[in-house]
């Protein structure tokens, strides 16, 4: 159980190109998604929290007009790279959680995005 | 910025023996998590650690929590080469909402 889809998983484009990224929850209802980005070698940082029919919260420094983020079910939330640029080019992962406190989070397999 | 500290950054042991992974945090807690990711996928949870446990035991695995220390650790023990992989540890903040904050994690390699 607790299985989290994200598409695609890997995705090469022209620079200026938006891009969207998508996150399902398969089997519960996700309360909270959570959206990462990943450097080679790197860990995960928080790009921001998505909660179901409201305004995503972004971390410091997260440009909210350059990732849009929509969650308009319990089951699905998109990340959108708007006008992307090589400096974008990452590996993005996708979580949810099923509410409460004390629990884990579900992660995606995670997309990696190439800006040419 | 990032909460947690890992050591080692990474590891590289023979099949068979142990290994123990650090993890250190700087505020307070309602639990820690350890996260597994092979390389390029997503992560896939291991244990979660509630900030009023000191133990906690899955299959090979065994975590410890000292928040007197700020610490936690993971031992697996008996590795085997199918466990190379990253692990990170994430601690879940009070007053976070469910917000995890990663370690730099530790690259363990086991090699046949």
């Known amino acids: 159980g607790a299985v989290v889809s994200q598409h695609p998983s890997w995705v090469i484009c022209k620079s200026g190109t938006s891009v969207k990224i998508e996150c399902r929850s398969l089997?519960?209802?996700?309360?909270?998604m959570f959206w990462y980005r990943q450097f080679p070698k790197q860990s995960l940082m928080l790009m921001a929290t998505?909660?179901?029919?409201?305004?995503?919260?972004?971390e410091q420094g997260v440009e909210k007009d350059k990732f849009l983020i929509n969650h308009a079910s319990l089951t699905l939330s998109t990340l959108t790279v708007t006008s992307a640029h090589p400096e974008d080019s990452s590996f993005y992962i996708c979580?949810?959680?099923?509410?409460?406190?004390?629990?884990?989070?579900?992660f995606g397999d995670g997309t990696r995005l190439s800006i040419l | 910025s990032q909460q947690g500290e890992e050591d080692p950054q990474a590891l590289s042991i023979q099949e068979g023996e142990n290994a123990t992974m650090n993890c250190s945090y700087k505020t307070s807690i309602n639990n820690l998590q350890w996260y597994r990711q092979n390389s390029g996928r997503g992560l896939v949870h291991l244990i979660l650690?509630?900030?009023?446990?000191r133990e906690k035991h899955s299959g090979r695995l065994r975590v410890t929590l000292d928040t007197s220390k700020k610490s936690s650790s993971l031992l697996i023990t008996a590795s085997r080469a199918a466990d190379t992989a990253s692990y990170f540890c994430a601690t879940a903040y009070s007053g976070g909402y469910n917000k995890l904050i990663f370690g730099a994690g530790t690259r363990l390699a086991v090699h046949p």
């Open positions: 089997d519960f209802q996700a309360t909270t």
């Open positions: 650690i509630r900030s009023n446990e």
């Open positions: 998505s909660n179901e029919g409201s305004k995503a919260t972004y």
């Open positions: 979580s949810a959680i099923q509410g409460g406190s004390n629990q884990p989070q579900h």
